[in-house]
Structure formats: structure tokens, C-alpha cells
T-cell receptor, first 114, second 119 residues
Framework: AQSVTQLDSQVPVFEEAPVELRCNYSSSVSVYLFWYVQYPNQGLQLLLKYLSGSTLVKGINGFEAEFNKSQTSFHLRKPSVHISDTAEYFCAVLYGGSQGNLIFGKGTKLSVKP | GAVVSQHPSWVICKSGTSVKIECRSLDFQATTMFWYRQFPKQSLMLMATSNEGSKATYEQGVEKDKFLINHASLTLSTLTVTSAHPEDSSFYIC???????????????FGEGSRLTVL
């Protein structure tokens, strides 16, 4: 079955600390990988995506993620977080090609404290 | 970039009335639109998938007679919550996918969401 697992439902960190939000997915031959961010009472905004090529992808707001095929992971990282990064982060995996099914993880609430 | 707009952002209605939420792709043609429901502090739950000119495909457990979806054009899809009740109060989000020529990455573009409160 296709599934996306975000192991941490909440991640509290202090400002300027590094952070990693974890995402694992069920194995498949063809996947595209995405990270979205959701601020309160807003829709989803694309942070970054992996389609092919370099396994390290850089996104907006200083975030990056690394695709690890052997571990079926796509963890999101930022070396130094800001208060404004406080939001909900969703990992999503597109199975079955560009017109396939987009499966979301349950989300990770990142809380940045001063 | 691709922009998807939802309207209204907030709506409050009385129990028993119907509410329509619009989802528009402003600068591209959306061959497929998706409607999600999001409960507080939870992930997005896919309600239905609609292709332009076709009937929507509903996910298991979603009442198609209660949540009417229309995708009459390549830039507009509507979700109508019929005979709304307090338990229908939620955050509804639409997303749109363009044709292969527009984006071959499968990326979905999301609306801003609509907060429905049924009194």
C-alpha cells in the first residue's frame, strides 16, 4: 500500500537552532517527492520538490531536503530556523507518474521558540 | 507561477442551509481538481477528484449527495455543502493540476482554503 509517514507530530526548537523533519514513504519504482508548508488558516505552499537528478534539493526560505532511495526517506532540514518558520509541514509523495496519486503524510508541527 | 484562488475564505451559515465554495485556476487550465477537508491539527483528507466535464470521483466514506462537486470548465470547480450541519464545520482546501504540457511534475497548486462554520 502507498503510504507516507512523518514520524514526529510536533517538533519544538529554539530560534537559530538546526531542525530536521523526517519523512519516510513506502517503496515504489517511480515517485516524486514534495514538501509543503501550511501557515494557520491558509492553504499549502510548496517548499521544494524532488523529481530526478541530484538527491539534495534546495527550496524556499532556506530549506533543503535529501532524497535517500535506499532508506525511502525525504527528510527536510534547515540549518538555522526563525520564529517565522513556525507552521505545519507536510511531506507528500506522488506515486505512479506525473498524473498519479499524491499521498500526504500527517504533518509535523514546527514550533520555533525565542 | 500557477495561482489557485478559493472563495470565500470564511463563511458562517445556519444549520440546514447550503454553501458553495469556488476554486479557480487563474493562469492555467486545470484538467484535474481535488477537494480536501482538514480537521483541526490534522492532515488533509482527500474528499474527491474531479476532471473537467466529468463526474467527480469520491473517496470512500464521503457522501456525494452531501458534497456536490462541479467542474464545468477548465478553470473553475465548485464544492457545495448541502443541508450543512455543525459537524460539517471544517477547513476545505482545493488544489489543481494542469495538463502534462503545463507541468509534467505532477505538482498540485493549492488554494488558500475556506473555513466553514455551521451554527
Amino acid at each position: 500500500a502507498q503510504s507516507v509517514t512523518q514520524l514526529d507530530s510536533q517538533v519544538p526548537v529554539f530560534e537559530e537552532a538546526p531542525v530536521e523533519l523526517r519523512c519516510n514513504y513506502s517503496s515504489s519504482v517511480s515517485v516524486y517527492l514534495f514538501w509543503y508548508v501550511q501557515y494557520p488558516n491558509q492553504g499549502l505552499q510548496l517548499l521544494l520538490k524532488y523529481l530526478s537528478g541530484s538527491t539534495l534539493v534546495k527550496g524556499i526560505n532556506g530549506f533543503e531536503a535529501e532524497f535517500n532511495k535506499s532508506q525511502t526517506s525525504f527528510h527536510l532540514r534547515k540549518p538555522s530556523v526563525h520564529i517565522s518558520d513556525t507552521a505545519e509541514y507536510f511531506c507528500a509523495v506522488l506515486y505512479g507518474g506525473s498524473q498519479g496519486n499524491l499521498i500526504f503524510g500527517k504533518g509535523t508541527k514546527l514550533s520555533v521558540k525565542p | 507561477g500557477a495561482v489557485v484562488s478559493q472563495h470565500p475564505s470564511w463563511v458562517i451559515c445556519k444549520s440546514g442551509t447550503s454553501v458553495k465554495i469556488e476554486c479557480r485556476s487563474l493562469d492555467f487550465q486545470a484538467t484535474t481538481m481535488f477537494w480536501y477537508r482538514q480537521f483541526p491539527k490534522q492532515s488533509l483528507m482527500l474528499m474527491a477528484t474531479s476532471n473537467e466535464g466529468s463526474k467527480a470521483t469520491y473517496e470512500q466514506g464521503v457522501e456525494k449527495d452531501k458534497f456536490l462537486i462541479n467542474h464545468a470548465s477548465l478553470t473553475l470547480s465548485t464544492l457545495t455543502v448541502t443541508s450543512a450541519h455543525p459537524e460539517d464545520s471544517s477547513f476545505y482546501i482545493c488544489s489543481a493540476r494542469g495538463s502534462r504540457t503545463f507541468t509534467n511534475t505532477g505538482e498540485l497548486f493549492f488554494g488558500e482554503g475556506s473555513r466553514l462554520t455551521v451554527l
